[in-house]
């Protein structure tokens, strides 16, 4: 019994440890679009997607802020909404007083949009930066 359970813990630990360290070809290949569409994808998958990159980029420390919330805040706020029956979700600010409310479809969106776009922009200014170098020749 213990052995299996070693077992399927080790397992776990490896699948989740790829899934959180993609590689960085993975990260500038994916599509927004395709992967944060939530009439084709459905609103779990697309959600699900947004915790997997959003979790990487608080990692990195590049996690993107809108409106006063956090990726991870509307990630919150979806799963919330889901769980709960609610069409709506609550757009809060930093001091968590509602400003507005937002669908669930477009909330899954968002929080999935910006994971992954926080991901991708980190990985284009790896190979970019040069271009914006004081003494380059352009002219600021």
């Known amino acids: 019994m213990k052995k299996t359970i070693l077992k399927f813990a080790t397992a776990t630990a490896l699948l989740t440890y790829g899934l959180v360290n993609a590689t960085a070809s993975e990260i500038s290949n994916l599509d927004v679009k395709k992967e944060c569409n939530v009439e084709a994808n459905g609103i779990e998958k697309v959600i699900a997607t947004a915790a997997k990159y959003n979790e990487m980029a608080v990692k990195n420390k590049i996690e993107f802020m809108r409106l006063g919330m956090k990726a991870s ?18 757009i809060v ?48």
């Not at 990630?75 to 889901?82: F, L, P, S, T, Y």
Request: hydrophobic share 35%; aromatic share 10%; with cysteine.
């Open 73 to 90: 805040q509307y990630i919150e706020a979806v799963q919330g909404a889901i769980k709960t029956g609610s069409k709506n979700i609550d």
């Open 93 to 140: 600010d930093d001091k968590k007083v509602k400003t507005s409310e937002a669908t669930v479809e477009f909330g899954a969106w968002r929080a999935c949009s910006f994971a992954i776009s926080a991901l991708t922009q980190d990985e284009e200014a790896k190979k970019t930066w040069r271009a914006s170098v004081p003494g380059d020749g352009y002219k600021y």
